[in-house]
């Protein structure tokens, strides 16, 4: 059911409200809407046009790489040269608007599945929420709830999600909901303003998120210590910092009537740029990362098949100090019978080596211990194999995409992005490219994954979701979520694992090309060792102001501390009262009352007499 804690002003306006009503209507009522179905698989894309769904390059790589269609998945967005689109799904159930001061509660888990029509004047109704409250978070949803949409400042995510956006149950999804759109965990109280602005703390009391309706700026500050700092500017730019990892400037432009951003990124003097493709989906926007460069199909070829025989080969880490440190997480292949498996064990390492580094400058707090020596990996083989499948999806995916640049036509990056492994029907394996904290399905607490942790999507999230339900292959141990645990993901955070798995995979593979006929690797062969062509978007972009970026990038990391004293104070003003009596997780809650017609108008006077928490019932299904 919903709960709201009304002050005496409040309880007044819903007095006369529920009186209008229940005279008008004898009763309250919720109008139901239907989810969305899933969308229908579409037919085979015909052979002369590419299609979304990828295949494998040909095992020939002289003789080109093949761009057939084995089946059609899902794709969102127009798409040039004739491939067959569908429009993704869409959320229903929108809940009506809401202007009184609300403070909401939000119990344990449950399995069942809700959908609301619009509500208007319900206690405990969500929409358009335009004043303050108190919002306190319970546990996972097992079933599925559409929810409209929240009104928040621009951002709401760290990586890019439509600020505000609502976060439902369903096949996986915690509920979190408010201008703070990360999945909330379990006893967190979220205190908003009535500027539109968010302060979320921790079970203790301590600030995990504030999000600065004014500055379009949302800052987190994770289980290990980490600060990250978001700042969403007009025209799909943002302003990203995080003590120990590099900062960027993101800069939208268009080409070809389509949205795309440039991110120029800077760390210790290190320049360097990626490309995104931005989409709407799910009710959010997201960028999708799109290949600088790309490669002839010869290469592709090479690196998707297996090699000749196997080899071996020397990485040169056993002095490396984060290689000790995460000895007992992780060791390479003895042998790499394909570019794939070396290219898994190069996007692993470089994640490890990220995560050393940020956590020595930031001086972080260890995310795991070492196994017991002797220990098996805690990377298991099975783990790295399915990253391993995945790398392959990924080389096949970017040799379509090369084929569609070659052919000057335009990609769609609903089937180069999460759309697509959230709709084919298949499991996927994800890599954490950050520090990153999640909630744990069962429990609802909060946990930490950190770069090189694996998590695996087995079962697709509900239509309208916005986070999904990952189960965790493997983690660092110690405070990191445990191995097995099933965890909520934000759809944003997704998309940014498969950019970074992306963004990594194409780095090793500009090492890889430079090192064939070197150290065991093979030679390739002369169609495979072509210069890669830049891409026909990435040449366009508007070019980076390197000294203006990183001072920008440094004012926004000091303009964060302002903020978020601001964002305090307004919100513990705003929320003095309701601070007080918004009940935590686990405590007993008041016993509701219910309003027959008979008795409203008494029940009305003892309302105004005495304001505390009013219940509503939700109609039996």
């Given at each position: 059911m919903n709960t709201q804690f009304l002050g005496k002003d409040g309880v007044s306006r819903f007095a006369v409200i529920l009186v209008g009503t229940l005279l008008g209507t004898g009763g309250v009522a919720l109008a139901g809407s239907s989810k969305p179905s899933a969308p229908s698989k579409p037919a085979p894309a015909p052979h002369a046009a590419p299609a979304p769904h990828t295949s494998a390059p040909?095992?020939?790589?002289?003789?080109?790489?093949?761009?057939?269609?084995?089946?059609?998945?899902?794709?969102?967005?127009?798409?040039?040269?004739?491939?067959?689109?569908?429009?993704?799904?869409?959320?229903?159930?929108s809940h009506g608007s809401t202007t009184t001061t609300t403070t909401t509660t939000r119990g344990p888990a449950t399995t069942t599945t809700t959908a609301h029509g619009t509500t208007t004047a319900t206690a405990g109704s969500?929409?358009?929420?335009?004043?303050?409250?108190?919002?306190?978070?319970?546990?996972?949803?097992?079933?599925?709830?559409?929810?409209?949409?929240?009104a928040g400042g621009a951002g709401g995510a760290a990586h890019g999600g439509a600020g505000g956006n609502m976060s439902h149950g369903g096949a996986g999804g915690n509920t979190s909901r408010g201008p703070i759109s990360r999945p909330a965990p379990k006893g967190s109280m979220e205190h908003t303003t009535r500027e539109g602005s968010a302060i979320r703390t921790r079970p203790g009391g301590r600030v995990s998120d504030v999000h600065d309706a004014r500055r379009g700026m949302d800052v987190h500050h994770g289980l290990d210590g980490s600060r990250r700092v978001s700042v969403e500017r007009?025209?799909?730019?943002?302003?990203?910092?995080?003590?120990?990892?590099?900062?960027?400037?993101?800069?939208?432009?268009?080409?070809?009537?389509?949205?795309?951003?440039?991110?120029?990124?800077?760390?210790?003097?290190?320049?360097?740029?990626?490309?995104y493709h931005g989409y709407a989906y799910r009710g959010g926007y997201y960028h999708v990362y799109a290949p600088a460069y790309y490669?002839?199909?010869?290469?592709?070829?090479?690196?998707?098949?297996?090699?000749?025989?196997?080899?071996?080969?020397?990485?040169?880490?056993?002095?490396?100090?984060?290689?000790?440190?995460?000895?007992?997480?992780?060791?390479?292949?003895?042998?790499?019978?394909?570019?794939?498996?070396?290219?898994?064990?190069?996007?692993?390492?470089?994640?490890?080596?990220?995560?050393?580094?940020?956590?020595?400058?930031?001086?972080?707090?260890?995310?795991?211990?070492?196994?017991?020596?002797?220990?098996?990996?805690?990377?298991?083989?099975?783990?790295?194999?399915?990253?391993?499948?995945?790398?392959?999806?990924?080389?096949?995916?970017?040799?379509?995409?090369?084929?569609?640049?070659?052919?000057?036509?335009?990609?769609?990056?609903?089937?180069?992005?999460?759309?697509?492994l959230l709709s084919d029907g298949k499991p996927h394996a994800f890599v954490v490219g950050s520090s990153l904290d999640v909630v744990d399905a069962a429990s609802g607490q909060e946990c930490a994954l950190s770069d090189g942790d694996a998590l695996a999507l087995r079962t697709s999230p509900a239509p309208d979701a916005t986070d999904a339900n990952l189960v965790v292959m493997a983690s660092k141990g110690a405070a990191e979520c445990h191995a097995n645990s099933t965890v909520t993901v934000a759809i944003t955070d997704l998309q940014e694992m498969q950019n970074h798995l992306r963004e990594t995979l194409d780095q090793g593979l500009q090492d890889l090309q430079t090192k064939q006929g070197k150290g065991g690797i093979p030679q390739a062969p002369p169609s495979a060792q072509a210069k890669p062509v830049q891409a026909a978007y990435a040449e366009v972009a508007p070019p980076p102001d390197p000294n203006a970026d990183q001072a920008e990038i440094q004012k926004q990391s000091q303009e964060a501390e302002k903020s978020e004293s601001e964002v305090q104070a307004a919100a513990s003003q705003n929320n003095s009262s309701s601070l007080e009596a918004a009940p935590k997780i686990g405590e007993p809650a008041a016993s509701p009352f219910t309003v027959a017609l008979a008795d409203a108008f008494d029940q009305v006077k003892l309302a105004l007499v005495s304001p505390a928490m009013v219940v509503v019932p939700e109609p039996k299904q």
């Open positions: 040909a095992s020939h790589p002289a003789g080109g790489a093949a761009t057939h269609t084995t089946g059609g998945a899902t794709t969102h967005g127009p798409t040039a040269g004739g491939a067959t689109t569908h429009t993704g799904p869409t959320a229903n159930g969500h929409g358009a929420t335009t004043a303050s409250g108190v919002h306190t978070a319970g546990g996972a949803t097992a079933g599925g709830a559409a929810h409209g949409g929240v007009p025209g799909h730019g943002r302003v990203m910092y995080e003590r120990g990892r590099p900062g960027y400037v993101q800069r939208g432009y268009a080409y070809h009537g389509r949205d795309f951003a440039r991110r120029s990124y800077y760390y210790h003097g290190r320049a360097y740029d990626h490309y490669y002839g199909p010869g290469f592709y070829g090479w690196a998707y098949n297996p090699w000749a025989v196997p080899i071996a080969y020397g990485w040169g880490w056993g002095a490396a100090p984060w290689y000790g440190f995460y000895g007992g997480y992780f060791a390479p292949y003895p042998v790499y019978p394909s570019a794939a498996f070396w290219l898994t064990d190069y996007i692993i390492s470089q994640n490890l080596q990220a995560a050393y580094a940020a956590r020595q400058e930031a001086q972080l707090q260890a995310a795991g211990d070492a196994a017991a020596a002797g220990a098996p990996p805690a990377l298991t083989p099975e783990t790295k194999q399915m990253i391993a499948d995945e790398v392959k999806s990924q080389l096949a995916l970017e040799n379509q995409e090369a084929a569609q640049n070659a052919q000057k036509q335009d990609i769609d990056p609903g089937s180069s992005g999460i759309a697509r």
